[in-house]
């Protein structure tokens, strides 16, 4: 077994298949926490949902996978950051169906909903940083 | 990774295999496009069986294609979404609005059959 898996990883987002490798490695390490059923599926969609993000909006940035405790609670941290142009108006990014990009807009609500906790920070022409955690349950 | 499609009588079904990423998304919707042309294709069955992640992308992909191939005088079905990734799409709010979906490959090819057979051949 690698522990690096087990412990959490860095994965550098370029590409489309960066945004497979992450949610990849994000159901992986989930796995390995006891995640199971469908919340296997839900951290997957919402890390591809935020790699998307990043390689859409930002061309390059990195997803961050670490394991997390908050008093006997163990969980998933998923991190993601990038250094793009960032996001003028957080609370419009955050409504369903809002896009300034081609997509669908249900992105980063819809990881939001998937998600125990979510939190957005931005600040234009200095890059985003998405934090969310899944609790075990 | 390319997906596979074959050709069944009337039909052409699409196998997907594996993840795919973005592109090859963009890659099955304009072959299927192409195929349905060259073998004068009447429906068209996209299996999502081993696929372990329908997100936006994915799904507006998949609602193109469909729309795409109406247009093109095919119908399309979904088959094989799990119940894992079904769940996660009504999550995220995904819909696959006006585009048929069925449990799996026998039911999608009586779907085809029942929605071919509607117009009539001449």
Redesign the interface.
């Given at each position: 077994m690698n522990g690096d898996v087990l412990e959490g990883s860095l994965i550098s987002i370029r590409s489309?298949?960066d945004?497979?490798a992450a949610?990849?490695a994000g159901?992986l390490l989930a796995r390995r926490i006891g995640f199971m059923?469908?919340d296997?599926?839900?951290i997957?969609?919402a890390i591809?949902?935020v790699a998307?993000n990043i390689v859409e909006y930002a061309r390059h940035g990195e997803i961050e996978l670490t394991l997390t405790h908050r008093g006997s609670a163990t969980g998933i941290l998923v991190v993601a950051r990038d250094r793009g142009p960032g996001i003028a108006d957080l609370q419009k990014a955050m409504e369903?169906g809002y896009s300034t990009g081609s997509?669908?807009g249900?992105?980063l609500?819809?990881?939001r909903?998937?998600m125990d906790e979510f939190e957005i920070t931005s600040l234009p022409g200095q890059g985003t940083i998405v934090s969310m955690r899944k609790w075990r349950a | 990774m390319q997906v596979p499609i074959l050709k069944q009588g009337d039909y052409l079904i699409a196998l997907i295999q594996s993840a795919l990423t973005d592109a090859d998304l963009l890659r099955l919707r304009d072959d299927v496009a192409d195929r349905v042309g060259t073998f004068r294709s009447r429906g068209v069955i996209v299996d999502v069986t081993s696929l372990d992640v329908i997100d936006s992308f994915a799904t507006r992909t998949l609602s193109t294609i469909a729309h795409m191939l109406k247009l093109r005088g095919a119908e399309t079905v979904i088959v094989g979404i799990q119940p894992d990734v079904a769940f996660t799409m009504v999550q995220l709010g995904l819909t696959l609005e006006g585009v048929g979906t069925v449990l799996d490959l026998e039911e999608g090819l009586a779907y085809l059959n029942r929605r071919t057979k509607e117009h009539g051949k001449p």
């Open positions: 489309d298949s945004i497979v949610r990849q159901r059923g469908s296997l599926t839900f997957a969609a591809s949902e998307r369903d997509s669908l249900m992105g609500p819809g990881a909903r998937l | -």
